[in-house]
C-alpha cells in the first residue's frame, strides 16, 4: 500500500474534506488555497496550509507527493501551469465534477503521463472549508480513471488516497463518467433549479411547499458558480440527458390530456427508483493495475457495478 | 375551543396519523378500515378500531362526531354513500391531496352544508397505518378550505383538529389549493419519477448516484396507486405546472446549446429557493369563522403568508 504524501490544491468543501480525510488517516498532507481568509480555519485546526502555490508544489515535487487538484473548471488551467512549472514529474489526480475535459486540459498542459482523474460521489449543498468534512468519503464511491494510457502506480496512488479516505474505488473511463453523471449528477441540479422556480412562481404554493418539493429543490441552494461550473463542463452529456427528460416529460403531458392518466410515467419511475435501491455491488478481483488488459477488465466491471476495496502495493521493480 | 370527537375513515399514513393524534390530544377518537389486515396493530396498540362503517357512521351521527375521510380518490364515492345514509348531519372533512374534485363529489353527495376540506400538507414515502405517526403533522400546514358558502361551526371543528395535531391552519381556496399544490407536490413527484427513468438508463449512472439522486427520486419510491391518484385528480393544474416546467427546460437547452451557459436557469433558479428558504408567516389575528367578509379575508391573509394558530370558541348561539 503507497503512503505518499499528498498535496491539495483548492480547499473548498471536497478538496478540505480530502485534506482532513488523509491527515485522519495517517498520511502526511498539506494543501494551498488562493485566498488565506477562506481557509483561516484550517490554520487554526492545525493543517499544513498556506497561500503559496509555488511553495506547495516544490514540496511536493521533493517528496513525489500526489497532488490532487481541488479547485473549480474555471481555475483549472492556473493551477495546472503551476504544476507544469514547479511539479512536472508528480503523480496527479483531480476531484473535479467532470472528467473528459479536465483530462483533456491536463495532457494540454504535458501532465499525462502520471495523471489519473478521480471523482468523488459526495457533496453537500454547502461550500467551502468551513463545510468540510473528513467523513464526506465514508462510503461513498469514489470514481477512478481508466483511461487508455493510465499509469499503474499513479493508479495504485489515486485508489489508495480514495480508500484511504473511506470509499470504495469505482474504476471508470473519463467520457462514460462524464455520460453518468450527467444523468445522476448535473440532470438532479437543472431539475432542481427548474422545480425551485415553478414554486416560487406562487407565493401560495411556496407557502404550501413541505417534503416533496424541500427534498426536489434542494441541491439549488448550492453555489450558483459551481452548479454553473459543473453542468457547462459536460454540456454535451447533459443536453443528451436533458433530452430524454424532456421526450419522457411530453409523453407524460400527453397521456394526461389525452387520458387523465400518468400511468406509463409513475409505474416505470417506481421501477425505476427501486432498481435504483436495490444496486448491488460487487467486489473487483483477480486483476491488479498493470495486469495485461487491467484497463478493460476494470472498465467491464465497473460498468456493472464493481468495486476495488483494497489494492496490493505494486510489485518490485 | 371545541372538542368535538372525531371519526376516522381510512387508517392509511395520514388517516392513522390523524387518529393517534387526535388521541394524543385527548379527543374521544375512533377508526374505521376496510381491512383488518392492515390495522390489526391499531387494535393491539389500544386504538378503537374497526372494520364496520355503519357502526363507525352510527356513532358519528350519535355524538356530532366530526368525520374526517382519509380513502383514497378511488374510494371516495363509496365513503361519500355510506356518510349520505347514516351520518347525512355530521361535519365532514378530508385529508385528501385534491381539494376541488373532493368537494364537487362531496356536494354530489349532498354532504355540502357542513363539509370543509382539509389537506395537512405531510407526508412520508412511506403508506399504511404502520408508518402511521402522531407526530408527523407537527409544525406542518394544514391547509383547511374557505370555499364559498362554509359552515363556520364546520370550520372551527376542522381547523380546531388540525391545531390539536400540532398543525398551523392556512386558509385557501380548493381551486386555489389544487393550482398550487400541483406545483410544489403532484409536479415535484412526476419530475422524480423523470429522474429516476432518466438515472436508471444507464446501470453505471445508478452505481455513481449519490445525494442529489438520491433526493431528487426519493418520492419515487412512494405508492404508485397514489401518487396516480393524487396527479391524475389534479390533471388540469398538474398540466399548467408542467407546461411552465416544459417552457423552462427547452429555454435551459437552448442556452445550454447555443451558448454552453446555463446561466439563466441557474441563477434564477437560485433565487427561487432562497426565497422558498426565507419565507415567513405571520398569524392572521382580527377575524373570527362567521364575521362578516370572513372568507374573503381568510383567503387573502393565506396567499400571502397567514396562518391560523388557535380559534376562538364559537359564540353563544
Request: aromatic share 4%; charged share 20%; proline share 4%.
Amino acid at each position: 500500500m503507497t503512503t505518499a504524501p499528498v498535496c491539495v490544491l483548492g480547499l473548498g468543501l471536497i478538496g478540505g474534506s480530502v485534506l482532513q480525510a488523509a491527515v485522519r488517516a495517517g498520511r502526511t498532507a498539506w494543501g494551498y488555497n488562493r485566498s488565506a481568509d477562506a481557509i483561516a480555519g484550517s490554520i487554526q485546526a492545525g493543517y499544513d496550509t498556506g497561500t503559496d502555490l509555488t511553495a506547495a508544489l516544490t514540496r511536493a515535487a521533493e517528496s513525489d507527493a500526489l497532488i490532487v487538484i481541488g479547485v473549480p473548471m474555471f481555475a483549472l488551467d492556473e493551477i495546472l501551469d503551476a504544476i507544469a512549472e514547479h511539479a512536472p514529474n508528480n503523480p496527479v489526480t483531480d476531484v473535479v465534477s467532470v472528467k473528459a475535459e479536465v483530462a483533456a486540459a491536463v495532457h494540454r498542459h504535458g501532465l499525462g503521463a502520471r495523471y489519473v482523474g478521480g471523482h468523488p460521489m459526495a457533496g453537500t449543498n454547502q461550500s467551502g472549508w468551513s463545510a468540510a468534512d473528513p467523513d464526506l468519503f465514508t462510503d461513498a464511491v469514489w470514481v477512478v480513471g481508466v483511461d487508455d494510457g493510465a499509469d499503474p502506480d499513479a493508479w495504485r496512488a489515486v485508489a489508495s488516497l480514495a480508500l484511504d479516505c473511506g470509499s470504495v474505488v469505482v474504476p471508470v473511463e473519463s467520457g462514460e463518467h462524464d455520460r453518468a453523471v450527467a444523468r445522476i449528477s448535473h440532470l438532479p441540479h437543472v431539475l432542481a433549479e427548474t422545480l425551485a422556480l415553478v414554486g416560487a412562481a406562487s407565493p401560495l404554493a411556496l407557502g404550501l411547499a413541505a417534503g416533496s418539493f424541500r427534498d426536489g429543490t434542494r441541491v439549488a441552494s448550492s453555489s450558483p458558480e459551481l452548479v454553473r461550473a459543473m453542468c457547462e463542463g459536460n454540456a454535451d452529456a447533459l443536453v443528451q440527458a436533458l433530452d430524454e427528460t424532456l421526450a419522457l416529460l411530453n409523453r407524460a403531458r400527453e397521456e394526461l390530456v389525452d387520458e387523465r392518466s400518468t400511468k406509463t410515467l409513475v409505474t416505470a419511475g417506481h421501477n425505476a427508483r427501486t432498481l435504483y435501491e436495490q444496486h448491488e455491488r460487487f467486489d473487483i478481483t483477480g486483476v491488479e493495475p498493470g495486469d495485461d488488459g487491467w484497463l478493460e477488465k476494470y472498465r467491464a466491471a465497473g460498468r456493472r457495478g464493481g468495486v476495488v476495496r483494497q489494492i496490493r502495493s505494486a510489485s518490485p521493480g
